[in-house]
């Protein structure tokens, strides 16, 4: 922060500056052969001082020294990394309901007690869908040679209901969006394999915007399925949402109208998508899809609840949060492994460096975000009652790639309020400050009802690459990159816990 302002300063301004900062610093008289410091008041330099005394701060010089040193400890400290490695690597993937969500929990739960955290284990009721089968093989397309089949790589999507055993067969139809299918000849659809092919905007990504362009592709996985099958489809696939070009479908949740037709849906690969593409519009392409997944009663799971309790407000608490649940086809690493693992490197930190902020710092590993939130519903259900005490929310779900800042939802004040701890971050890169209407899907509820809500600023150029595909595992992580995320979790819960006034809200 200092740097920064100092090289905003001009030269002759920058000898004032060191001249102030030596008396600050009460230096020896003899090194500062500089014009005496200005008396005005309001000057650069009485800014300068203010800040480096704290100034107009929430937070006590202390305070920003204990940020400082939370910091370089998580910078350091392999516990993350640790927890990671075993979430995925031994754990592996977590989809709701499976038997490896419930060991995640008890191992979660199991850590956390070990950190002389209180632990809750919150009851959700969770779907509990499995995937079973899953292939496509072209039958009939314009130029095949006699007597054989073309390979289509393809997942079925969360939620999606299965073929009959011996999987079906049809004609493909390709859209590459909404208007395209609306302006189809009624009963075009009927009887068909409807391709949405609408295409992941890479170049979108690249510049940094990964979310958005994956907000551009999902909602053709989400409504996708429902508008195929109201259009008489006999199935539904969509091209990824998703990039990375390595043939690799990505899976995600979709969901169907109530009281209306299920058809059998999946996501085919971009390359497979843009080859379906090419040879229908050549003559008539005939598909051969095999899916069997099963939707099996719910299941009774948990959100994991660690309580580091505050030292003055142990009522008030503050939110440090991931997702504990994954998609099957990698180990949930980046999504959102990561996380959940950051967050735990909070209650990790406070309790070996021995610090109690005024306010609880409450760690949750929510339960079944990939399939409906239904963990963060059950949440907001058991503590409608205690919005008031939730002084502020924090989840990263956006991966773990380099940090730039901290986004915050809520009053525009936030942003102010905030930048003595985005000063404690410039030394990793991390101190922009972005105002957003929305930063966790796990939070969101709380954010709705007025609860100041932050998560990382994460680099989301690569990120949807491997999102819910099977190369969403343990070695797509940079340990660098994620410690950076766990300093700003743990700086930030700590400055929201300790502040003598809660965040602006
Ligand atoms: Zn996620």
Redesign the pocket.
Known sequence: MLTSLMELLSKSLRTLALAALAALLALPACTAQAPPAPTAPHSILDRINAMLAGGKSAWTPEQIAVMERLRDAALTDPYALDQLRHLTDNIGPRLSGSPQAEQAVDYVAAQMRALGAEVTLEKATVPHWVRGLETGELVAWPGQAPGTTQKIVLTALGASVATPPEGLTAEVLVVDNWKQLAALPKDAVKGKILLFNHKFDAELAAEGHGGAAYGGSVVYRGAGPAAGAAAGAAAVLVRSAGGGDYRSPHTGLTGYEKDAPKVPAAAVTSEDADLLKNLTGQGPVKLHLVLTPQTLPDVQSYNVIADWKGTEHPEQVVIVSG?LDSWDLGTGAI??GA?VVVSMQVIHLLHDLGIHPRRSVRFIAWMS??EGSEGAAAYMVDHKADVANHIAAIES?LGADHPTGINYAGKPALGGWLRPVAGVLDAIGASSLLSAPGVG?DIGGLTDQGVPSFSPVQDSRFYFNYHHSAADTFDKVDPRHLSENAAIMTVLAYALADSPEPAPR
Do not use: Q, V
Request: hydrophobic share 0%; aromatic share 0%.
């Open positions: 997702h999504d959102d996380g975000e990939e779900d899907e």
